[in-house]
């Protein structure tokens, strides 16, 4: 029979063992980068590793600090939560795996460790303190934390991707119905012509229909290639100091013979305005869409005024009209490509829904504003605010 007292000495190990462990153990110690320290169930220092004395105690030795604790070390607030982290393991005898933080020192930056702590058993299994061994894990964080960010930037790429994929399918959609519309016209029409029994009056009208529907396709096809362009901030702009008040007078010009057509009044009033810096091509094309607008939406007899004039450091172009209105609902979106009022598309009024987005992208590149007020039935008022300066370069505006 094996008696306790044999047990005890069969457990005990040579007194070359015991040597041998202890030089591992110091070298381990001396050498290791690790921040590695044993503490007694006081939490009182038994052993620090070199790494650790590097890392948190500078200048001192592992002499020194033997039978010290955390307090003569650490902030009281670090040490405290130490102390209970290991009483309570000591209590326990549950380890602390791996457990991540960030510690912040005063005059040293902020470093993210890894901590294990675990109970320091004797050989009979009794807990007799506990030791613990951190490692700084600042890289890896910063390189997780940089892969998430990277993967979230990929995923709202992705995301905004997907939407303007989204985009380019409806837009693809509407631009093929906007051709199809004329381009059927045009072809039904051609055959009709072609028709030995089609008289000449007909004819003629058949003519016109192909040349007002060819008409359209151009423009659209104009319109296209010119939103095309100022989406991909290709648009340019020309500044140059120019009239306003010459450039209103010319596009009246141009619209005078629909307006007559249609018996609306087409006026002009000029108040005193510098010259401006402006593409005077483009400020045109912007002037000659809002009122080709203010007359189509304006019913016989009704009234179009165009004002230059200025207000504090801005030019102000105004078209106001006394036709059918904007449905309040309505107001946000007419600048958007291809949306037309429903109050427009019932009555049968022609267009694409591209002559505002054109408008408000001139607008734009000439870092000027674009708004509307509108009554239903009453008539609508477009305003169009300039700089009367050239924006003076490096100054943000
Ligand atoms: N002066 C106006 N009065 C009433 N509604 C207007 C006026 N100007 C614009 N709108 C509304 O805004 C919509 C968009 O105008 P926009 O000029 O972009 O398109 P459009 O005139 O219908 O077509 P396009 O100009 O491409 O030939 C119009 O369809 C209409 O519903
Ligand atoms: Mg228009």
């Given at each position: 029979m094996v008696t306790a007292r044999q047990r005890h000495q069969g457990r005990q190990k040579s007194e070359a063992q015991l040597a041998l462990e202890l030089t591992c153990m110091s070298n381990l110690l001396s050498t290791s980068e690790e921040r590695v320290c044993f503490k007694d169930r006081l939490s009182r220092f038994l052993l620090v590793s070199t790494g650790w004395l590097a890392a948190y105690a500078p200048g001192r030795t592992a002499e020194d600090l033997i039978g010290k604790t955390d307090f003569d070390v650490f902030s009281e607030h670090h040490a405290s939560a130490a102390f209970a982290d290991e009483q309570m393991i000591i209590k326990t005898g549950e380890p602390i795996v791996g457990r991540v933080?960030?510690?912040?020192?005063?005059?040293?930056?902020?470093?993210?460790?890894?901590?294990?702590?675990?109970?320091?058993?004797?050989e009979d299994g009794q807990i007799i303190g506990t030791f613990g061994i951190s490692r700084d894990v600042t890289a890896q964080i910063r390189a997780e934390k940089a892969l998430a960010d990277q993967a979230e930037q990929l995923s709202a790429q992705n995301e905004r991707l997907r939407e303007l994929d989204g985009m380019k399918d409806e837009f693809i959609g509407m631009v093929s119905h906007e051709l199809r519309t004329p381009l059927t016209s045009i072809v039904g029409y051609v055959k009709l012509l072609r028709d030995k029994r089609t008289s000449e009056r007909d004819a003629s009208e058949y003519a016109e229909v192909i040349q007002r529907n060819s008409q359209r396709l151009l423009r659209l096809v104009e319109d296209l290639l010119f939103l095309s362009e100022t989406h991909t901030g290709k648009m340019a702009v020309e500044l140059r100091s120019a009239d306003l008040a010459e450039i209103a007078a010319s596009a009246i010009r141009e619209m005078r013979p629909e307006a007559e057509r249609k018996n609306v009044g087409l006026t002009l009033s000029t108040a005193a305005v510098p010259r401006v810096p402006v593409d005077a091509t483009r400020i045109a094309q912007l002037l000659g869409n809002l009122i080709s607008n203010a007359v189509k939406f304006t019913p016989q007899g009704g009234k179009v005024e165009v004002r230059v004039g200025a207000e504090g450091d801005r030019a102000v172009l105004a078209v106001a009209d006394t036709g059918v209105g904007i449905p309040a609902a309505d107001r946000e979106q007419i600048f958007?490509?291809?949306?037309?009022?429903?109050?427009?598309?019932?009555?049968l009024?022609?267009?694409?829904?591209?002559?505002?987005?054109?408008?408000?992208?001139?607008?734009?590149?000439?870092?000027?504003?674009?708004?509307?007020?509108?009554?239903e039935g009453r008539g609508s008022t477009f305003k169009v605010w300039l700089p009367l300066e050239l924006p003076v370069p490096g100054v943000p505006g």
């Open positions: 933080e960030l510690e912040t020192f005063a005059g040293r930056p902020d470093t993210w460790v890894s901590t294990t702590k675990m109970p320091l058993r004797d958007e490509r291809f949306f037309r009022s429903a109050t427009v598309t019932r009555a009024i022609p267009g694409t829904g591209l002559g505002l987005t054109i408008a408000r992208d001139i607008v734009t590149a000439h870092n000027g504003t674009i708004t509307v007020e509108s009554e």
